[in-house]
C-alpha cells in the first residue's frame, strides 16, 4: 500500500511558498493500477515524485507498506527507492550507450558485479519487453514505442514492487501508444506490481487504470473506480476528460433533445448487461417506443460496457424503467421534452 497522510507540497519561489498540491490524503492498493489525471499545471507530477521522494513533501507523511519514507536517511532511501521503478515522458536513455547496457545500468548501479548474472536478467527484460533482437543498438536508432520498452525494461531491472509512471505515452502516437499500455497491463497482471501513472489522457485511464484520482488545480476533485468515475462522472473537470474520451457521447450530450418526443434517458451497461437483449423485450412487454440518439459500445481496462441515449414514449414508461434498473442496467434521465415537461 502507498499511502498519503495529510500530505501537501508547496515550491518556494521567490521567497514566497507556492502552493502546488493542497492537503489530501490518498491510498493505492498493492498491485492496482492507479491513474492520476490533471491539466498541465495541476500538480501530476509532483504528486507521483512524491512516492519516491524525488520531491520531500510540505507536510504529512507518505509511507510504503509499513515504511515512512518521509523518516528515512540518505542512505536508507536509496535502498527503498530500488523498490521503485519510474518511466518518464522522453525516455531518459543514456544515448551513447547500448540497449543492454542501459538495462543493466541500474543493476550495476545497485552494486550487481557478476557479469554472467547481469547478461541473464538484460536478456530476460529485454525478452519481456519484445527488444532481444535490438540489444546492441542505440537509442538513436530506436522508435519511441521502441524507446519506452527500453525505459520499461530498466525499470524493471531492479524488481521494483512499484512502477512510476510520469505521462510515459504522451510523446507516442496513438497506435505506439496503445502497444506500451497493454504491455504494463501485462506486466501489472504477470509481476503483480502496484503501477502508479500520471496523464492528461482520459483513454490511457479507460484501457489501463483500475483507479483514478482527478487533479484540479492543486486538489483531488474524484477518486474512484475508473467505470464509476468513467460512466458518472462527478465534478465539472472530469466530465471535460470524460468527453474528450467519448466525442461521440458528447455530441450526443449536446444535441437539441428538446424537439425529441418522450422522455430523453442515458442508459448505461456494464459487464454481462452490455451484452444481453433487454432494452427489446422490455419494449415489447410494456408496449414502450424508444428511439435510439446516440450510443456507443466500448471497454473500461477489462470491462465491456456500453451507453445508449435514447427517447421513450409510451403508458408504461416507468414500468420499462424500473425492469431495466433491476437487470442492473443504470438510467439517468437528461431532459424532458416538452409535452413531458407539465
Ligand atoms: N521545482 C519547482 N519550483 C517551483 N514551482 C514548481 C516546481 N515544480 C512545479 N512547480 C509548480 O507547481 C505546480 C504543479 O506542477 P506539476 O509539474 O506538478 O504539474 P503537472 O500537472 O505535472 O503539469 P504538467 O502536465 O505540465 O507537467 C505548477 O504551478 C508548477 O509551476
Do not use: W, Y
Given at each position: 500500500m502507498i499511502r498519503f497522510q495529510d500530505v501537501r507540497k508547496s515550491y518556494r519561489v521567490d521567497g514566497r511558498d507556492v502552493p502546488a498540491l493542497q492537503t489530501f490524503s490518498l491510498d493505492i492498493a498493492d498491485g492496482e493500477v492507479f491513474g492520476i489525471i490533471g491539466h498541465s499545471g495541476a500538480g501530476k507530477s509532483t504528486l507521483i515524485r512524491l512516492i519516491n521522494l524525488l520531491e520531500r513533501p510540505s507536510g504529512g507523511r507518505i509511507l510504503i507498506g509499513d515504511t515512512d519514507m518521509t523518516a528515512l536517511d540518505e542512505a536508507a532511501l536509496r535502498h527503498e527507492r530500488q523498490r521503485i521503478g519510474m518511466i518518464f515522458q522522453h525516455f531518459n536513455l543514456l544515448s551513447s550507450q547500448?540497449?543492454?547496457?542501459?538495462?543493466?545500468?541500474?543493476?550495476?548501479?545497485?552494486?550487481?558485479?557478476?557479469?554472467a548474472a547481469i547478461r541473464q536478467r538484460v536478456d530476460e527484460l529485454l525478452a519481456r519487453v519484445g527488444l532481444t533482437a535490438h540489444a546492441d543498438k542505440y537509442p538513436s536508432q530506436l522508435s519511441g514505442g521502441q524507446k519506452q520498452r527500453v525505459g520499461i525494461a530498466r525499470a524493471l531491472a531492479n524488481r521494483?514492487?512499484?512502477?512510476?509512471?510520469?505521462?510515459?505515452?504522451?510523446?507516442?502516437?496513438?497506435?505506439?501508444?496503445?502497444?506500451?499500455?497493454?504491455?504494463?497491463?501485462?506486466?501489472?497482471?504477470?509481476?503483480?506490481?502496484?503501477?502508479?501513472?500520471?496523464?492528461?489522457?482520459m483513454d490511457?485511464?479507460?484501457?489501463?487504470?483500475?483507479?483514478?484520482?482527478?487533479?484540479?488545480a492543486g486538489r483531488i476533485v474524484e477518486t474512484g473506480p475508473v467505470a464509476d468515475v468513467f460512466l458518472h462522472p462527478q465534478h465539472a473537470t472530469t466530465r471535460r476528460f470524460v468527453n474528450e474520451a467519448l466525442p461521440e457521447e458528447a455530441a450526443g450530450e449536446q444535441m437539441p433533445f428538446a424537439h425529441v418526443p418522450g422522455r430523453i434517458l442515458r442508459l448505461s451497461f456494464r459487464g454481462e448487461a452490455t451484452w444481453t437483449p433487454a432494452l427489446g423485450r422490455v419494449a415489447r412487454e410494456t408496449n414502450v417506443d424508444f428511439n435510439i440518439l446516440a450510443g456507443r459500445i466500448d471497454r473500461i481496462k477489462d470491462l465491456p460496457y456500453?451507453?445508449?441515449?435514447?427517447?421513450?414514449?409510451?403508458?408504461?414508461?416507468?414500468?420499462?424503467?424500473a425492469t431495466l434498473r433491476d437487470a442492473g442496467i443504470e438510467i439517468e434521465e437528461l431532459t424532458l421534452s416538452p409535452e413531458n415537461r407539465a
Open positions: 547500448t540497449v543492454a547496457q542501459n538495462v543493466a545500468f541500474p543493476l550495476r548501479l545497485a552494486g550487481e558485479r557478476n557479469e521494483p514492487s512499484i512502477l512510476l509512471c510520469d505521462e510515459a505515452t504522451s510523446a507516442l502516437d496513438p497506435q505506439t501508444t496503445a502497444a506500451v499500455l497493454d504491455l504494463l497491463a501485462e506486466i501489472n497482471r504477470e509481476l503483480k506490481l502496484t503501477i502508479v501513472l500520471i496523464t492528461h489522457e490511457v485511464v479507460r484501457r489501463v487504470c483500475d483507479r483514478v484520482a482527478v487533479l484540479d456500453g451507453q445508449l441515449t435514447l427517447a421513450m414514449q409510451g403508458e408504461r414508461v416507468d414500468d420499462a424503467l
